[in-house]
C-alpha cells in the first residue's frame, strides 16, 4: 500500500513571500489532516477535511493559512505571506472512518523562512 | 480541555534493558491512546493504540503500552531496548469534540527522546 506522499521535502522563501505544499493521502482514506510540527514541540492540528468539507480548522492562522482539498483527494496547504515563525515542518496524515482509526503520516515538508 | 504530558524530555537506556516512555493523560470522556516513533527527517509511524479492552497493548517492533485508568497514564515499554530503537516518541489522544468522539485529530506530547546506548 502506498503511503501519504508529501511535496516538496525541503522548501527556503524569503518572509512575506508564499508557498504552497501538497499532500496526496492514502487511497480510500476519507479523513485528512495538515499539523504543523516547529522544532522541539509535537505536531500541531491545523486543518482536519472530512472528504472535502473542513471538520476542524479552529488553529489555522486564517489570515496568512489556507487549505483546500479539491474532490476529496488532494490536499494543498498555502502560507501568504509567510513570517519567520512559520518554519517548521509540515507534516501531511490521513485515516479510514472507523473506530478511533490511527493516521498515517506523509514524510513532512520542512519549511525554512529567512 | 484534552491533553497527553511526557514528563520526560528524554530517557537513556542501555541496549539490552527494559525501557519505558511515560504519558499521562486528561480527557472528558473514554481515551483513545496512541503512541509514534519519529526517526531524524522523517514523518511519524504508528506503534500501537488503545481505544477498549485489553491493558496491555502490543504494537510493532516489540513495543507494548500499558493503559491504567486509575493513574491516567499510558506508558510505553519494551523488555529488551536496541540501539535501533533511538528515536523521538510521541504520545497522542483523540480529540473528542467532533464525530461522538472517535474521528477526531490527535492530540500530540512534547515527544521524549529515547538514547539506546551499546
Known amino acids: 500500500e502506498a503511503g501519504v506522499a508529501q511535496s516538496p521535502r525541503y522548501k527556503i522563501i524569503e518572509k512575506r513571500q508564499s508557498v504552497a505544499f501538497w499532500c496526496n493521502p492514502i487511497s480510500g482514506h476519507a479523513t485528512l489532516y495538515w499539523y504543523q510540527q516547529i522544532l522541539g514541540q509535537g505536531p500541531k492540528l491545523l486543518i482536519q477535511f472530512q472528504n472535502n468539507g473542513v471538520v476542524d480548522d479552529s488553529q489555522l492562522p486564517k489570515d496568512r493559512f489556507s487549505a483546500e482539498r479539491l474532490k476529496g483527494v488532494d490536499s494543498t496547504l498555502k502560507i501568504q505571506p509567510a513570517k519567520l515563525e512559520d518554519s517548521a515542518v509540515y507534516l501531511c496524515?490521513?485515516?479510514?472512518?472507523?473506530?478511533?482509526?490511527?493516521?498515517?503520516f506523509g514524510q513532512g515538508t520542512r519549511l525554512t523562512v529567512v | 480541555a484534552q491533553s497527553v504530558a511526557q514528563p520526560e524530555d528524554q530517557v537513556n537506556v542501555a541496549e539490552g534493558n527494559p525501557l519505558t516512555v511515560k504519558c499521562t493523560y486528561s480527557?472528558?470522556?473514554?481515551?483513545?491512546l496512541f503512541w509514534y516513533v519519529q526517526y531524524p527527517n522523517r514523518g511519524l509511524q504508528f506503534l500501537l493504540k488503545?481505544?477498549?479492552?485489553?491493558?496491555l497493548v502490543k504494537g510493532s517492533y516489540g513495543f507494548e503500552a500499558e493503559f491504567n485508568k486509575s493513574q491516567t497514564s499510558f506508558h510505553l515499554k519494551k523488555p529488551s531496548a536496541l540501539v535501533s530503537d533511538s528515536a523521538l516518541y510521541f504520545c497522542a489522544v483523540r480529540d473528542q469534540r467532533n464525530y461522538g468522539g472517535s474521528q477526531g485529530n490527535l492530540i500530540f506530547g512534547k515527544g521524549t527522546k529515547l538514547s539506546v546506548k551499546p
Open positions: 480527557v472528558s470522556g473514554n481515551p483513545y
Open positions: 496524515a490521513s485515516s479510514f472512518r472507523g473506530p478511533s482509526p490511527e493516521a498515517f
Open positions: 488503545y481505544i477498549t479492552g485489553d491493558n
